[in-house]
Nanobody
Framework: VQLQASGGGLVQPGGSLRLSCAAS????????IGWFRQAPGKEREGVSC????????YNSDSVKGRFTISRDNFNNTVYLQMNSLKPEDTAVYYC?????????????????WGQGTLVTVSS
């Protein structure tokens, strides 16, 4: 199983980015996908997750109203649309999945992790 996260970069405060997570070796249709982030010196935190059907999404309070998670099961890809970015959103962002169908921000519930993509929000 491989997850390939991409789309990170440098953006000014207030700007937008869309992260992608492409999967191989696993069919994402059946499983929850989560996005996590880790800033320097901080613990990894859950940002957004989506149920297999896409019917349930869960966003952390810090990104609610600004980030949107979506999935394209046909292309085995999950996206994280990030708007109104703030300097405190700067972190390495990881996508993750596992054999689970419920939404959760518990990292230990996710068996497979992508390599991470760096998002830097700075003027």
């Amino acid at each position: 199983v491989q997850l390939q996260a991409s789309g990170g970069g440098l953006v000014q405060p207030g700007g937008s980015l869309r992260l992608s997570c492409a999967a191989s070796g696993i069919t994402l249709d059946y499983y929850t996908i989560g996005w996590f982030r880790q800033a320097p010196g901080k613990e990894r935190e859950g940002v957004s997750c989506i149920s297999p059907s896409g019917g349930r999404t869960y966003n952390s309070d810090s990104v609610k109203g600004r980030f949107t998670i979506s999935r394209d099961n046909f292309n085995n890809t999950v996206y994280l649309q990030m708007n109104s970015l703030k300097p405190e959103d700067t972190a390495v962002y990881y996508c993750a999945t596992g054999h689970l169908s419920y939404v959760t921000f518990s990292p230990s519930d996710y068996a497979y992790w992508g390599q991470g993509t760096l998002v830097t929000v700075s003027s």
